[in-house]
């Protein structure tokens, strides 16, 4: 099939900014006023904006699409565009075949109705039949893991309860397209990772996914292609280079401090060896370079600290403080410099991470300088499956030659 | 026209698509009454068991009123199809603004919450109707052939039900006045339609213009199958029918075109 499942096709949506009219004593002098001036529709008034602004995208059978992007740059509104939830005020969307939304997973949930209940008049909300809810009940209640409570009512779920039976439900509608929204934020560890695999299993079967997150890392394992919205489309394309892009939009321009700063920061990043390096891997030992010119006197009681986090979450992987005195540090005078330099083994696994510093002044509770981004490292190696720390593991193995050895070393694991 | 028609024929096939829902959503509400109050059903029969019986003492010991029947049984049968209307649209009227999380996440034809609370009342009004049957036959009212006519008499008073309830509830949602407007307006109108009182009674220009109130002749077309054993007067109840039918069709596509927008403005 070379037909697009999802096509998106130059569309507009103009929202209202602050109140409408919510009264009938509004409704009347804004009549009276639409009598008079006519709008069209392709226009904005002072009152609106466009939450999309010609935004154009298509999804093939078995494609998986990310949209990225931060706070209020239209994700959202895109799905629920594309869910039909909301109707453009120009150009087209179209989903072909059968469509499920995982906006608000728990959205038909009834507090007072037991598991098994919301199950079908959830299910039946996203177009399922009750035959077919019937039928998969089990997988449903299997996937959830909350079978022990199927039939208490939800009210007494935890969150997390809830979100993974709604997860669990939507994940066993079978759709033609699949539109998701940040849900695999929700549950824990082992289930966001039971829910991405069966997102991957999905994608395999020729289901075609739209897939919202702000974490970057699930964008990129399940996506071929991405776009990165700010109201207008910034970058559309192979998935990891959107992100990517998307990172280092974000981690530059804020490494100035904020306006009225005491201080200005500059930085580099080296090997140890001398040489500048943007990359590493893991073990090695980095170098980071800050020279700090005060603008005002910075007292010695402000304590230094080094920063890691990661780039996509902004994961805080470490966050030391030098209180000072046994590095010789003493303060700044108002127009002098100085090198402080930061020296760290980079025991992390493969990805993208930020080191930085900062200037804290615990006599007033506030920064000095706040500059956890001022370089960026990215991690070579393949070895590890998941986390964040190379614990540097290596396996060693033994092999008996006679019984009695074979005791001893059954004893000396005990 | 064109667009008409595709409305139409959408409209009619989202309900196809949906049509589970409809019925999964009414379960949930009568689940709901049960697992939340201790009486459940019963509430359906008493509301209007002690507004009879208020009203009998009224109008049978205080001031005597000839209705042509024994009055607990004119003012039961008034009161219980007046309350099916009613709450029908009290519950209604909330409908798409107490389900703002469904509304805004959620996409299905919006049609299923108003037209469910209609359907919840539906049932209440079965399981009270049960306590008209034993009060005729307590009054000795027997079985005329015309309660063959009944579900012709059902069907007309549900169409305008879900009309009004479609309406007030599209309408509530754009303007939360309409719920204030609506209690008062639902109070005046049960005098209007001859529940408890006949509204002849009032004579002249008043109740000409009065007849013009289409729950007028559908609450005398119960009384008329079921209890005078007559035909419902065709000018009248055909007339009530034919507005029925508009009522609950115009409102239908009234509130397709406007579904879209309900997302942004619950």
Not at chain 1, 278 to 297: H, K, M, N, S
Not at chain 1, 337 to 361: E, Q
Not at chain 2, 72 to 82: D, E, N, T
Request: with cysteine; aromatic share 10%.
């Amino acid at each position: 099939m070379a037909n697009a499942s999802v096509v998106f096709d130059g569309v507009w949506k103009k929202f209202r900014r602050g109140e409408r009219h919510d009264s009938l004593r509004d409704l009347a002098t804004s009549s009276v006023k639409g009598l008079f001036t006519r709008q069209r529709k392709t226009e904005l008034s002072d009152q609106e904006f466009w939450a999309v602004e010609n935004v154009s995208f298509e999804v093939k059978p078995g494609e998986a699409f990310g949209i990225i992007g931060p706070n209020g740059a239209g994700k959202s509104t895109t799905l629920k565009l594309l869910t039909r939830i909301l109707r453009p005020t120009r150009g087209r969307c179209e989903v072909r075949g059968r469509a499920g939304a995982l906006i608000e997973v728990a959205a038909g949930f009834h507090p007072d109705l037991t598991g098994r209940e919301n199950v079908y008049l959830q299910g039946t909300i996203m177009g399922m039949k009750r035959q077919e809810i019937a039928t998969r009940l089990e997988e449903i209640v299997e996937f959830s893991g909350v079978r022990a409570f199927i039939d208490t009512p939800v009210k007494r779920y935890s969150s997390g309860m809830n979100a993974r039976l709604g997860f669990s439900i939507a994940a066993h509608l079978d759709p033609d397209v699949l539109i998701i929204d940040e849900v695999l934020s929700v549950g824990d560890m082992l289930f966001q990772r039971k829910c991405l695999q069966r997102m991957l299993d999905y994608r395999a079967r020729g289901t075609a996914i739209v897939f919202v997150s702000h974490h970057l890392a699930s964008v990129v394992q399940l996506c071929q292609s991405a776009i990165l919205l700010r109201n207008q489309t910034v970058m559309i394309g192979d998935a990891t280079a959107v992100v990517h892009h998307y990172l280092d939009q974000t981690s530059s321009g804020q490494i100035t401090a904020e306006k009225d700063a005491k201080v200005t920061l500059r930085a580099t990043l080296s090997h140890v060896d001398g040489r500048t390096v943007d990359e590493c891997r893991p073990g090695e030992t980095l170098v980071l370079d800050t020279w700090i010119t005060a603008l005002e006197d910075v007292g010695s009681h402000i304590v230094p600290a080094f920063l890691c986090n990661r780039m996509e979450d902004d994961l805080v992987i470490y966050d030391v403080n030098f209180s000072g005195a046994e590095e010789g540090w003493g303060g700044l005078r108002a127009g002098e410099t100085m090198k402080m330099t930061f020296r760290f083994s980079c025991h992390l696994t493969r990805g993208s991470y930020n080191v930085g510093m900062n200037l804290y002044d615990p006599h007033t509770s506030s920064f000095v300088v706040k500059a956890p981004r001022l370089a960026n490292i990215k991690v070579f190696e393949d070895r590890t499956y998941a986390g964040i720390a190379d614990l540097a593991a290596r396996m060693v193995l033994a092999r008996p030659e006679s019984e009695r050895q074979a005791e001893d070393l059954s004893h000396a694991g005990h | 026209m064109s667009r008409l028609l595709a409305d139409v024929t959408e409209m009619f096939q989202e309900q196809r698509q949906y049509r589970e829902l409809l019925f999964q959503v009414t379960y949930r509400d009568l689940l709901l009454r049960y697992k939340q109050t201790a009486m459940g059903f019963a509430w359906a029969v008493f509301m209007p068991l002690v507004n009879t019986a208020v009203f009998a003492v009224i109008f049978m010991r205080v001031a005597p009123l000839d209705v042509g029947m024994p009055y607990p049984l004119y003012a039961f049968s008034g009161l219980l199809v007046w309350n099916f209307f009613a709450s029908s649209l009290k519950f209604a009227v909330n409908s798409l603004t107490s389900n703002t999380g469904l509304v805004t996440k959620v996409y299905f034809p919006r049609e299923v919450l108003p037209v469910s609370c209609v359907l919840v009342s539906t049932v209440d009004f079965a399981v009270a109707s049960l306590v008209l049957v034993g009060m005729m036959v307590y009054y000795g009212v027997g079985f005329h052939w015309t309660v063959v006519l009944l579900p012709i008499v059902v069907l007309v008073h549900l169409l305008f039900t879900v009309g009004i309830a479609l309406l007030l509830s599209m309408a509530n949602l754009f303007y939360r006045d309409v719920k204030y407007l609506f209690e008062i307006v639902i109070s005046i109108w049960m005098f209007l339609s001859s529940t408890v009182v006949p509204v002849e009674r009032a004579g002249g220009k008043l109740a000409a213009i009065m007849q013009w109130n289409p729950m007028l002749p559908i609450i005398d077309a119960y009384r008329d199958v079921l209890i005078r054993g007559q035909v419902p007067p065709l000018l009248s109840f055909g007339g009530a029918a034919l507005v029925s039918v508009l009522v609950c069709g115009v409102s239908w596509l009234m509130f397709h075109r406007a579904e879209f927008e309900f997302a942004e403005n619950v």
